[in-house]
């Protein structure tokens, strides 16, 4: 259980070239865009108002940059090891060399939290802008066949919608995107580059034309009271907040799944990495301050599509179908993203031994783990038509918060266990910063709902299950080691 795979093994491994192995073909570049890309997205478009009516008010500026302190710390941790370990897999990889096949197998079940269930949230979000957009134009999709059971929704025209039977817009994007990552990474790269540099550009527009119609009242008071509930405003509902929006952030470590696919990881990854997560920060909180400048925070209560209702204030209206398009199309890169991280963590997985070989099956003219992604867009499909985007969102920061946690430690471990491995970039002021980014990463999680808590508690139990029944069975590194000692 407690079996580490050498640094040199796992470099090994990812040089493998040949039929049956990932391709490296993308650029500095490409992977700082992959960042981006990931990272805006549903967390700003639509929980930056969700948190401000419920938890944090104007201050969920104030979550932002709290929810970046975290992300900042443990991004650093991530740019070492991706730099160390440049192949597929991230935190699952990194923490099979640091601390052992268990804990690896805990945090490769655990990003399926982040990666697909992300998706699947950022699906959702995406369905309720591409209502509103219809709508503009006069066209009444069923709300029916757009809303999931449990969801209580705001449409257009103002109706509220109290459950309805399937998302299927949610589940008609998962199905598109998946096909399209299936034909490889290059082309869907290439999309990607040109799908970032529109939602840079549409939230640049938001900020500029929003400034000036922001009515300073909507800004009184900065901090609403404390209701007596933890979670609802005060100084720890901009804690909440913080771990609302840190949903917002996830994204950048996602560049590190492809670090095997990279031309250049030693560069590359710390620059994807640390250049993403800084640009997106600024972008952040200029957003959020307009916003919530723009509508008064109680306002966006149950508004899954805050951006649009904040930019119809200012005036603009010839623009603001223009924006809602941009927003649907900037959505389909951190779809790209996730459902590219999720099918590379399970094919490493697979590679290891831990899940079936069907997981790591190369398509023989793509290139790609077809099976996987196929495998993923039918498992997404079902949590984006069914289930609402706030308990999605919960959970994406809860499972991705417990990643980084780990990696956090990782680090500590790595230094002690091997301290003269080559490092193309090393975290600064260890033990410092992965020390503070475990603890903010866990106050983070201590201040997400119980029922977080519960199902993050109850799907890790599951993988546990798995665990003893799979994957220890089958584990290469621990055939490896019975043959040897044999
Ligand atoms: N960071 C991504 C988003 O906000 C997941 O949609």
């Known amino acids: 259980m407690f079996h580490k795979k050498s640094v040199e093994q796992l ?56 929810a970046a302190v975290a992300c900042a710390f443990s991004g650093l941790c991530y740019a070492e090891f991706s730099s160390m370990i440049p192949v597929s897999g991230s935190a699952y990889t990194y923490s099979y060399a640091t601390m052992g096949e268990f804990v690896a ?10 990666y697909a269930l992300g998706a699947a949230a950022v699906s959702v979000s995406w369905s309720r802008y591409l209502l509103e957009i219809l709508h503009k134009y006069n066209i009444n999709f069923p709300h029916q066949l757009a809303v999931s059971p449990w969801e209580t929704v705001r449409l257009g025209d103002g109706t509220i919608v109290n459950g309805g039977i399937i998302n299927l817009p949610a589940v008609l994007i998962i199905m598109l995107l998946s ?99 800084a640009v997106c920060t600024v972008l952040y909180v200029l957003f959020a301050h307009v916003m919530t400048g723009l509508v008064n925070y109680k306002d966006f209560l149950g508004d899954a ?25 900037g959505y389909t890169s951190v779809l790209l993203v996730m459902l590219l991280g999720q099918s590379r963590v399970f094919y490493t997985m697979s590679k290891d031994g831990l899940l079936p070989r069907f997981f790591s099956d190369i398509h023989h003219k ?38 980084f946690s780990l990696v956090c430690i990782g680090i500590l471990i790595m230094r002690k266990t091997l301290p003269h491995a080559k490092r193309p970039f090393k975290t600064p002021l260890v033990p410092f910063v992965p020390v503070a980014g475990l603890l903010v990463c866990l106050y ?43």
């Open 305 to 329: 599509k805050p951006a649009a209702t904040a930019f119809a204030k200012t005036g603009y209206d010839f623009l603001q179908n223009g924006l809602i398009i941009a927003i649907l199309a």
């Open 366 to 403: 793509f290139s790609t783990p077809w099976k996987t992604n196929l495998f993923f867009m039918l498992f997404i499909s079902v949590f984006a038509g069914f289930v609402p985007v706030a308990d999605l969102g919960h959970m994406v920061s809860i499972g991705t918060l417990f990643a």
């Open 105 to 114: 197998w805990i945090i490769g079940w655990d990003l399926v939290l982040e």
């Open 11 to 66: 470099l090994l491994e990812a040089g493998a070239s040949g039929k049956g192995s990932l391709k490296r073909s993308l650029s500095t570049f490409n992977l700082v865009a992959l960042g981006v890309g990931a990272i805006i997205g549903a967390g700003l478009f639509s929980l930056t108002g969700i948190a401000a009516a419920e938890n944090a008010g104007p201050a969920i500026t104030i979550s932002f940059i709290l």
């Open 179 to 277: 096909v399209v990552l299936l034909r490889g990474s290059k082309e869907s790269a290439m999309v990607n580059n040109v799908l970032v540099i529109i939602k840079i550009g549409v939230v640049i527009l938001f900020i500029t034309l929003g400034w000036s119609h922001i009515n300073p009242a909507n800004y009184i008071p900065y901090i609403p009271e404390n209701t007596g509930k933890f979670e609802n405003f005060g100084w720890t509902g901009i804690s909440t907040g913080a771990a609302v929006v840190f949903f917002a952030f996830i994204g950048f470590d996602a560049v590190s799944t492809a670090a095997q696919e990279a031309k250049n990881p030693q560069k590359g990854m710390p620059v994807g990495i640390l250049g993403s997560l």
């Open 444 to 486: 983070l999680m201590y201040s997400l709902p119980v029922e977080s808590w519960i199902r993050l508690l109850i799907w890790m139990l599951g993988g546990v299950v798995i665990y003893f029944l799979y994957g220890r069975r089958n584990s290469k590194l621990h055939n490896v080691r019975d043959d040897s000692v044999v």
